[in-house]
């Protein structure tokens, strides 16, 4: 663990102090990162051009997709409507996201380093002893990762398109370009924009929840949770309390199958919830997690509101032909956490690395095969994970004795390290068997303890 650890560790960087605190321009990139050449010796070769690549979408995977396009010798563009895009996220990443896409340090709003869990009864169990001094989750603003992210593309040689994603024409004949069709909006202030064409190889969806590149390609629908969050602006007397604490409350008031939180930021903190079965009453559940949190909260102003949909499991088709989704659009978000953005990130960069090493760094053309290795890894690494989270939710969100027996968990050391460990590196951490015994008789236990206390509920209700 300890190398994993240090392993993790010596990817972080100190931003230069002569940069801007809320400007974020990378730094002329020095190195790049090394494909290995795969391309099939029947796919042909381009003449006169390299590869040219659409990414639709401009948050964390469509700019981590760019940006490894642009570095591999791929012609890209990236097409993204809002540029100042402020997403309804409770915008936690793990450690391991800040070494593995190399991201400054004064992106990140905050460090949090203890984490409170908070019952339906409220009985709260702080989180984050395990913690190693140099490890903490990181809080980001959507708005400041997303514009690093694609201004770094930028500098690598991706071409950014301020334009809204309408439709494409799907090619009759192999090997023939995609045309794209958007508004784009470059050197305008607002208004209607200006109808726009765009000849490409291959197309990458990172447009979201709502991705319109999906439905061009007939991927399916699937189930999606709405997320509904307030960014409130405290007293820094109370703001001071949360500095490096973020608060996850669940419950049937806050939300029946998701949880809320209070997530800490710049200058203010989000305060949040979500639901998939219950979509009509999320405002209900945000008023439910705002008095929970009142003490802590109060003489708050409310400075912006946030809404859109989350993906609550991949769609059915992930892939046709030359055409791709990744992020959202492909419905990488997990259950029980609701984590979004590593896995947005990596997988945009997952998908481009499969394009730039099937072309030959844009020599070749690809085809639906070289982009098929991408979902096939995406797959062998990350379907575990999913399987387990999915369960977790069906387990222990049901009902409110099952969320207690949950928090009731939450407080062991070894659960901690475990999830911990779990979540900063995004791997699998072997465990003590000894103790992987104990923690089985504990759940058991927790869980027996839960079912007799709803019988008893129940019983008060008839």
Known sequence: MSS?????????????????????????????????VVAAATSPKIDGRNLRVAVIGGGPAGGAAAETLAKGGIETFLIERKMDNCKPCGGAIPLCMVGEFDLPLDIIDRRVTKMKMISPSNVAVDIGRT???????????REVLDDYLRNRAKENGANIINGLFLKMDIPKEKNAPYVLHYSSYDGKTGGVGEKTTLEVDVVIGADGANSRVAKSIDAGDYEYAIAFQERIKIPDDKMAYYEDL????VGDDVSPDFYGWVFPKCDH?????????HKGDIKKFQLATRKRAEDKILGGKIIRVEAHPIPEHPRPRRLSGRVALVGDAAGYVTKCSGEGIYFAAKSGRMCAEAIVQGSANGKRMVEEGDLRKYLEKWDKTYWPTYKVLDILQKVFYRS??????????????????????????????PGSPLEDIKLAINTIGSLVRANALRREMDKLNV
Do not use: W
């Open 4 to 36: 994993i650890a240090l392993k993790s560790f010596l990817g972080l960087r100190i931003s230069s102090p002569e940069t801007p605190q809320f400007s974020y321009r990378p730094k002329p990139i020095t190195h790049r990162r090394k494909f290995t």
């Open 269 to 277: 903190v989000a305060v949040g919830t979500g639901t998939v079965t």
């Open 246 to 249: 973020a608060e996850m409350y």
């Open 400 to 429: 409110n004795p099952a969320r207690e027996a949950f928090v009731e968990m939450c407080a062991d050391e070894y659960v901690q390290k475990m999830t911990f460990d779990s979540y900063l590196y995004k791997t699998v951490v």
């Open 131 to 141: 913690l190693k001094s140099h490890e903490y989750i990181g809080m980001v603003r």
